[in-house]
């Protein structure tokens, strides 16, 4: 907006204006007007987007930050990176204006392009001292052709009404010229929006299987509806990528055309749409005591991501196949390619579970090369080790389900956050030696039996063993011919030949190397030495090394249905807890 129109400040809270109407530029232009509370007003931007665990620094997309009052400029004396003091003769009406870059695609980000936008309101809307907990209007200017999909309660007018701030945090901000498609579940309107094609709602299915895998997490939760009594289901579909971020009435996801093309890509899709959807229970409104009430400005140690994500992670595979939709040799496929990942992470001899929710904020959102041999996911282990409590519970007539339930009457609807100590005696109400085991699970990076819970189901894990002698690398994805190593296995044989990630392999002994199929060649050539001689390059230089590869390792796990363990008694177990019935 080069100026700014008319508009009431109101004492009951800012009206906040977004200005989308230059796609191109890729730049919304920001206007905020507030009555301020004292002579000495704050503005402040979060440093972080709720529900993902890094400091993102939004701030350094704003740019042209300006205050007005009347016809006087205030100039803003800056406090520290992302905070603004205002010294004020009087408590007259304010205009704050700024613009904002929005290039990057995340679900947690903003990004504005030709064909639609997307904010993640964190990272554009700053607060103002004392507004917090005062509702806040939102208002749109769109390009011509555009809709806005924003999970807030409209005014009427065609603005949007946030109760306060951190509602209007909450309200992820979709628009573009995208056609929307209400359904509902049980009786709760819900809306499905995607961006980038019109998969998979030209399936006829899909929105109905959609609110069966809705209705399923309603049980789960031992509730006849949703939590919310409006959502919103955003996909943004890319050539490749996935992930997603929930909201209290709301979730925002992204999803790769040809991972939905491929077999199961369909499925995967709604175990991400069960995952987000069931948030709006569990760290939604069941959420830990570290996130009540949420400090925009800090890293916040949250020692109990293990069971917001974890937890979640391991029933997102069961949700859609307690609805009806699926099967259970690709239940057992999904959640065995799961335990494949975590036993072939060697970091989770390094890393405990607690330790990982505790350092979800410098490390599991940094990876690098070394991040595979030095940590574990509390998505992944928090998912193996919720697989264990679970079955440990079904040996005490109780469930996982049981005790979620449980927390969700006397925490999450109850408006309580819930501590570790409170999530232990949950657990051990139901089974009371996990007082001792729990806590040992959560702190010791040892394994917990997982082969002794799973044969309660019948079911083992099956190694599957590598053809090719181990080298101890990981290359990157092969381009214009390259071969470069992506990682290096900690105590592995590359790392004991002093080769690093970075480096370009040229050739094996005399053999030229271009391609992973030269590579294989390479390595299964008839009598090859036991030490191999490897060419490499490494910051413009060529190297020589010796190498001398390890006998083939493990290449990964399957979960199958063991003949030995098969019984009448395992198959009711298994049927019961695939039905997540305790």
């Known amino acids: ?56 620094d939004h701030v350094r997309n704003l740019e042209g930050l300006e205050v007005v009052q009347g016809e006087t400029r205030v100039v803003p004396t800056r406090l520290s990176e992302a905070c603004w003091r ?137 509730e006849s509806a949703p939590a919310s009594d409006d959502y919103l289901f955003v996909l943004h579909l890319l050539e490749a990528g996935f992930g997603g971020l929930e909201h209290d009435h709301a979730s925002v996801l992204q999803y790769g055309r040809r991972a939905l093309a491929a077999p199961g890509g369909r499925r995967k899709l709604l175990q991400l749409v069960a995952h987000e959807y069931l948030h ?64 072939l992470t060697p970091g989770r001899r390094v890393q405990g579970l607690r330790q990982s929710a505790e350092e979800a904020w410098v490390k599991l959102y940094r990876q690098d090369a070394s991040s595979a041999d ?53 657990f051990a109400g139901q089974a009371p030696d996990l007082a001792a085991l729990l806590p040992h699970w959560l ?33 990157v994805e092969p381009t214009a011919a390259t071969l470069r190593l992506k990682r290096v296995h900690r105590d592995g044989p590359a790392e004991r030949a002093c080769l690093q990630a970075g480096d370009e392999l040229l050739a094996l002994d005399d053999l030229r190397l271009r391609t992973p199929e030269d590579l294989a060649m390479a390595l299964t050539i008839p009598a090859a030495p036991a030490e191999r001689q490897v060419l490499y390059a490494r910051d413009g230089r060529v190297r020589t090394t010796r190498l001398v590869p390890g006998p083939p390792a493990i290449d990964g796990w399957q979960l199958v249905i063991d003949p030995d363990l098969d019984s009448p008694h395992t198959r009711d177990n298994r049927q019961r807890w695939l039905s997540l019935q305790p």
């Open 1 to 56: 907006m080069s100026d700014d129109p008319p508009h009431p400040a109101s004492a009951a809270g800012p009206v906040v204006q977004l200005d989308l109407r230059e796609p191109h530029r890729h730049r919304v232009r920001v206007r905020l007007h507030l009555t301020p509370r004292s002579l000495r007003t704050e503005l402040r931007l979060p440093a972080w987007t709720p529900g993902s665990y890094l400091i993102r």
């Open 86 to 222: 205002l010294s004020l003769t009087s408590l007259d009406p304010l205009v704050v204006r700024y613009d904002l870059q929005a290039t990057e695609l995340s679900v947690r980000t903003c990004h504005l392009s030709a064909d639609h936008g997307f904010l993640a309101l964190a990272g554009v809307v700053l607060e103002a001292t004392g507004e917090r907990w005062n509702p806040h209007r939102l208002e749109l200017r769109l390009p011509k052709g555009w809709q806005a999909f924003v999970p807030l309660p409209t005014a009427g007018d065609g603005a949007w009404i946030a109760g306060d701030y951190d509602r209007l945090m909450d309200a992820p901000l979709e628009a573009g010229p995208h056609p929307c498609h209400p359904f509902s579940v049980a009786g709760v309107p819900h809306r499905w929006v995607t961006w980038g094609g019109d998969l998979p709602v030209q399936d006829p299915a899909w929105l109905a299987d959609v609110e069966r895998t809705a209705l399923a997490c309603c049980r789960l939760m031992g």
């Open 280 to 343: 709006q229970w569990n760290v939604r409104r069941l959420k830990p005591a570290e996130l009540t009430p949420l400090d925009y400005g800090r890293a916040t140690i949250v020692s109990g991501l293990w069971f917001a994500e974890g937890v979640t992670s391991y029933l997102d595979l069961l949700l859609p196949l307690a609805a009806g939709i699926g099967t259970e040799a690709e239940l057992l496929e999904d959640l065995g390619a799961d335990l494949s990942r975590y036993r």
């Open 374 to 426: 030095s940590q574990i996911s509390y998505y992944l282990k928090g998912a193996v080790v919720a697989l264990v409590l679970d079955l440990h519970l079904r040996r005490h007539g109780s469930s996982l389900g049981v005790v979620l339930r449980a927390l969700w009457r006397s925490h999450g609807a109850a408006g309580r956050g819930y501590t570790n100590a409170d999530l232990v005696n949950a």
């Open 443 to 475: 702190e010791s990076s040892d394994d917990p039996d997982l082969d002794a819970y799973l044969a309660d189901l019948g079911l083992a894990l099956r190694p599957k063993p590598a053809r090719d002698p181990f080298l101890g690398w990981q290359l």
